[in-house]
């Protein structure tokens, strides 16, 4: 299961069946027959070729994934194929030499299909492999993060997960488990051989991580171990490899807190590596330059609009109080006074429970974009494993979890103190609720994800691009008020002007920290005063932006260009424009980079004048 919260790092992959991948590939392969049958006709050599071409692709995808998992076995655990459980790389100078190697050799078979003769859904495909092959060369080139970033060596996630899946039973998980221990050893002595120079921060988080981990093997595995049938003898075997990898931890942990760091590399990334990161991470029509200055006038664009509401609803709520000469200051205070409208700890699940089918009725009625009837929304209390992240997230199954659910996971306050459940339910108060029900469910990341798997593609699933699937979630958000979601009420769209202005001052964090030395004094100012943050959510806002890159950048980015395109689209097609139909048609190209739907949609539509 892959779960997508509201505020944490939205690692996500859609719900996608290695069962539904091989079908459709064998689909195409039949399809291809009976067209070849009937081929004298000459009117239809054109179309035969693509189809060869595309077929030609299919299997070059298929043998691409293949070679992918076996260079990359953790990341195929991780995706549900399990063919390579028991394998540990050991991250060291020969598997990254085996790394580029299998990227440089990809780069060229790309090569031979030329982009003009494939489906829309290859091309955007081949240029997503083309893109990930790049990464990969880049990162082991230039970013070598493999040396100043000593968090990027835990063991521990992946050894959780083979205890925990459900995908086989226990005995063979274990064996893997065990198989896999032999090289913990060796990774960790690997791991100390390429660090250099590292920062402080990430230092500090390996050692966290790591030690927080260790209890995978001194505790986890033990009490598993327990419940399986090996022999004696062979537990011992098992117990034995366990403590040697504990102890492997344990020492990289101290090794790191001994290490004779007098240079530490500083964790900004600078101008010219976070330019090229952001290119190959968000592929943007835009540059990482370009999208910090739109979002910096986005920014002002936000407090006007804040300022203009404040003035309006002041005599409703604060009556026989002075307006502060500060507009920041008159805002805050509107946005406290309207957060005291919120539900109460008991009844927050059942309240989002209760808005997914009137979203789904106001689409409906104002005709925004269809919404399939037969795959409705799973809504449940959050698994035990989730608890204490309080809010909603949709669960996928990854893309060989053939008969998954999707899920919306709502958290319960129960168990919470009073204050803490107090502040938690302002923040997320009557309004908000219904924006993030939007931006979770429908017709956000849960839409999507319908439309996504209508146009399957493991590729996709795999490499799928963050900033269309945040940015169409925080699009939705603006395009539902713009249609009179929430009855047009001040207060509502005071409160989305808030939320929105969260993801446009992530943007603009995440730019002045790694390319213009923003102070921690600067960042919090930005996110306090500037945009009406909780100090504990500023707080751990720092700390994200001081151990990640350009990550913070795809919400923002990914909506403006979704925005800006449509509008776009708006002139271009005057009365002809349709909002549904420009919905439908750019969901259904999959999770692609917004630059590449966009110059897609236009061909068609140049070639259809
Ligand atoms: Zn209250
Ligand atoms: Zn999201």
Known sequence: MVSKEFN?????????????????????????????????????????????????????????????????????????????????????????????????????????????????????????IENQLNSIIWSINELRSFEWNPSEYNVSGAFAELLNGNYDSLDVRLRSFYLKMANVPAYYEAAKKNIKNPTVEHTQLAMEQNLGGVSVFEKDFHDVLNK????????????????????????????????????????????????????????????????????????????????????????????????????????????????????EADSFQSAISKQIPMLVEFIKQKDLIYIDPSKPLVVRKEPDYMAGVAGASISAPGPYDKNGNTYYNVGSLSGWDKAKAESYLREYNHYILQILNIHEAIPGHYTQLVYSNQSPSLIKSLFGNNAMIEGWAVYTERMMLENGYGNNEDEMWLMYYKWNMRSTCNTILDYSVHTKDMTKGEAMHLLVDEAFQQKTEAENKWRRVSVTQVQLCCYYTGYTEIYDFREELKKQMGDNFNLKKFH??????????????RELMLAEMNSTK
Request: charged content about 25%; proline content about 2%.
């Open 228 to 343: 399986t049938r090996f022999g004696e003898h062979e537990k011992q075997a098992m117990e034995a490899t366990a403590k040697a990898s504990a102890d492997a931890i344990r020492d990289f942990a101290k090794w790191l807190k001994e290490l004779d760091n007098k240079t530490p590399r500083s964790f900004r990334l600078g101008k010219d590596l976070y330019a090229k990161k952001f290119e190959i991470d968000i592929q943007s029509g835009y540059t990482a330059e370009q999208i910090y200055q739109k979002a910096l006038k986005h920014k002002a664009y936000l407090h006007r609009k804040m300022y203009g509401l404040t003035e309006k609803l002041w005599h409703k709520y604060l009556s026989g109080t002075h307006i502060p000469e500060d507009s920041l200051q008159a805002i805050r205070l509107m946005i406290d006074k309207i957060s005291e409208k919120h539900v």
């Open 584 to 597: 439908e048609k750019f969901l259904s190209y999959g999770s692609a980079p917004v630059k590449y739907i």
């Open 8 to 128: 944490g790092a939205h690692c996500f992959l859609p719900l996608r069946s290695y069962n539904q991948y091989m079908k459709n590939s064998f689909l195409h392969f039949f399809i291809l027959i009976v067209i070849c049958s009937c081929s004298d006709n000459s009117s239809s050599v054109s179309e035969n070729t693509r189809t060869n071409r595309d077929s030609g692709f299919e299997s070059y995808k298929e043998n691409f994934v293949e070679e992918l998992w076996k260079i990359y076995p953790g990341w195929a655990s991780s995706q549900g194929y399990h063919k390579y459980d028991s394998v540990l790389v050991i991250p060291d100078e020969a598997s990254r030499q085996k790394e580029l190697s299998f990227a440089k050799a990809n780069l060229d078979s790309l090569k031979v299909y030329d982009l003009n003769s494939l489906s829309d859904n290859n091309k955007t495909d081949h240029r997503m």
